[in-house]
């Protein structure tokens, strides 16, 4: 050999020994974690029986344990070709169980109440299990049942959430086709109120205003920030998937969600809303796999389709009583607004939100088609023609959690099957399935859908069903494998200390905090106050009541502000004649749920009216016959509540603001209401010298407002109504269509009206928006 050409050899062998992948395994605490220099890093238990397979160099997971390489568990191949392979293999009661979505999972499930459970047949307390231990009903669920979806809530701290996950991941590897589990969560970035901010602490998780507070800011580059810190935060507790964001156009005031949802406007909610999909849903530089997806993405399921606002008369579709969604203005298109201009058309790379949820609701005569009154999961119409067809989404459907459930009243907290109240669980999965839906929420059983099965074969043959179950299965497969579960579903448990509730995050909702608070009133310049001057804080008496679900909730008294935050800002006194002003907490008006059994005990209909003021009412302004109605567990159709006066459970907030301007003459009284949805300024707003709302922050944000360290800027996300009369005569399904309350001052308190320290704002962000 020459020694050019040996040269030239040597040059060739080390130039591909250099470019040949290295692979690498760590041991980590319960897995294994592969490093390899061209392709991603792989985590795998070494007790499940997974082992790797090489192929070219690279590394893979050999999830089915075959000795082969299978299309799905080849991670440079596309996500449709890799779901499509694995939907393939599955058998119909895998794909079953592929289609459930768990109830609702505490970490750990402590007692036996609605969100308890056991350990080895005892309660966590007597069991000696850990906390991030698999309870009894979870090791059933994902082995026996199939089930992959999880939806966990309150959990013990970010690294028992990050030990769950791992313990999950580990258990469900070990056998089947090796799928990992996908767990979600409802929103749970809420801020609480009393904790005090401090720039260099961290938190379980980093605290934000609701959507409609974020919403308040009109600025969706904000709410893009907080899906980007949200999906860090989520993505380190082992959350793949977000039941959120609830863009349901918040066009009917009474209605208890209210507050969940970006507002009444349907530009303003087009955009935030896909604000906050991008920001969930995008994964950027080394996190990004394919397409903005990678393991940064969290899936967004928006929800509820066709939009759950317009709710007749405010009653909400949890219950009977509120199953029924109606459209006086024949408005339903500002409400698929925020889904088809917003969610489903993405500024960013994924393109459209991964998921969508339809609402309780009965949408009561929008179907054109078949004209059937039955639940939106159930509607051919809604689903099928209008979401699928005619705005082309091939994303997952999942339904409201427990739609195929019994139920036995219209004032139960039970199953929530409106319109499908005789047929059996199994028929109700079968009609869903017919409409169009992946998925089912609130269900750990694959015994129903398994019938549902059987009774697709006996109406269109077995090649039909099945090719109908793999078309749902490759949907949900798909959102696994974007954000790359089935390559690394494991967390590191250090690092998720370090990720949940940085300082950095929890700076960053703060600071949003600070942009949702809106100023509605500041006479004579009230605001801001003098630091360390002397302030006095009534307290606050609720009585006692009942809660949303029906349970006795006993009167508490309570000093609205956290008094130790409190004293950073100004000198707190006893009584009003030492104070140089005073500082009033307050909530909207408790005006019910529309719907009393004391009412139908004494002959009545049940239905009342709902107020958004806080002295009784009388609904002399309703519908004399309601736009829809009937049950099977009633004889009329008629829900009217025309005539009938309701009382507000915490009518003491307007006495207590009364009081105190009456105790403090002349002095400046400033009011702070936390507001889950319009109110009636009308009882309270004279007696104050300074009103200011927000929908969920910390007090030192308030103070520092107050104080003048921060000047307000936010604008309100929806009118606040003159009088009920104006709330009875609007349309449940048309934004801002009430007449607005006008203060003292002359200001109307109309949808994108706010305050600064100059007067009433007038930025580029009320001309885009109003």
Known sequence: MQKYDYILLLAAFLFLGSCSPEITTEEKDGFNLVSQSDGPKLGYSPKSGVTLITEKGFAFKDLNRNGKLDAYEDWRLPVDERAQNLASQMTVEQMAGLMLYSAHQAIPARGTGFFGGTYGGKAFEESGAEPSDLSDAQLKFLKDDNLRHVLITSVESPAVAAQWNNTAQAYVEGFGLGLPVNTSSDPRHGSDSYAEYNAGAGGKISMWPSTLGLAASFDPELMHQFGEIAAAEYRALGIATALSPQIDLATEPRWSRFDGTMGEDPDLATDMARAYVDGMQTSIGDKEVADGWGYGSVNAMVKHWPGGGPEEGGRDAHFGYGAYAVYPGNNL???????????????????????????????????????????????????????????????????????????????????????????????????????????????????????????????????????????????????????????????????????????????????????????????????????????YIPERVVPATKNWFGFEVPEKREIPFNLDVVKHYFE???????????????????????????????????????????????????????????????????????????????????????????????????????????????????????????????????????????????????????????????????????????????????????????????????????
């Open 572 to 770: 707190v006194v006893a009584t009003p004649a030492e104070a140089d002003f005073a500082l009033v907490g307050i909530k909207n008006p408790d005006g019910g749920v529309g719907y009393d059994e004391n009412d139908l005990e004494q002959g009545g209909s049940g239905y009342v009216p709902i107020s958004l003021q806080y002295s009784p009412y009388e609904a002399i302004a309703a519908r004399d016959e309601s736009l829809a109605g009937g049950s099977p567990f009633e004889d009329f159709t008629n829900r009217s509540y025309k005539g009938k006066t309701v009382k507000t459970n915490n009518s003491g907030d307007m006495d207590l603001v009364l009081k105190t301007r009456n105790e403090m003459g002349d002095k400046p009284v400033i009011v702070v209401a936390h507001v889950s949805k319009p109110m009636i300024f009308s009882e309270i707003e004279p007696s104050a010298s300074a009103i200011l709302v927000h929908m969920g922050v910390q007090d030192q944000a308030l103070l520092e407002i107050i104080s003048g360290a921060v000047e307000p800027s936010a604008l309100l996300p929806f009118q606040m109504p003159a009088n009920m009369k104006t709330v009875e005569e609007q349309f449940e399904d048309v934004p801002r269509d009430m007449t607005p309350y006008t203060d003292s001052d002359g200001n109307q308190y109309d949808f994108a009206f706010g305050l600064n320290w100059q007067g009433p704002i007038d930025d580029s962000r009320v001309s885009t928006y109003k």
């Open 333 to 535: 298109a500002d409400h698929l607004k925020p889904f088809t201009e917003g969610a489903f058309k993405l500024n960013g790379k994924t393109s459209k939100a991964a998921a969508v949820m339809p609402y309780y609701t009965i949408s009561w005569q929008r179907d054109t088609v078949n004209g059937e009154e039955v639940g939106n999961s159930y509607n051919k119409y809604l689903i099928r023609d209008l979401l699928r067809e005619m705005y082309g989404y091939d994303g997952v459907v999942c339904t409201d959690w427990m739609i195929t459930k019994d139920t036995h009243s219209v004032g139960t907290f039970e199953g929530k099957c409106w319109g499908v109240e005789t047929l059996t669980e199994a028929e109700r999965h079968f009609k869903a399935l017919e409409a169009g839906v992946d998925q089912f929420g609130g269900n750990n059983d694959m015994g129903p859908v398994i019938e549902a099965y059987q009774m697709g074969v006996a109406k269109y043959g077995e090649a039909a069903m099945r090719e109908r179950f793999e078309r749902s299965a490759v949907r949900l497969l798909r959102n696994i494998f974007r954000v790359g579960l089935f390559e690394n579903p494991y967390l590191d448990v250090e690092e998720t200390k370090q990720i949940v509730g940085n300082p950095d995050y929890m700076k960053a909702g703060f600071d949003a905090q600070l942009r949702t608070i809106v100023l509605l009133k500041n006479h004579e310049q009230t605001l801001p106050q003098k630091k360390q001057l002397k302030v």
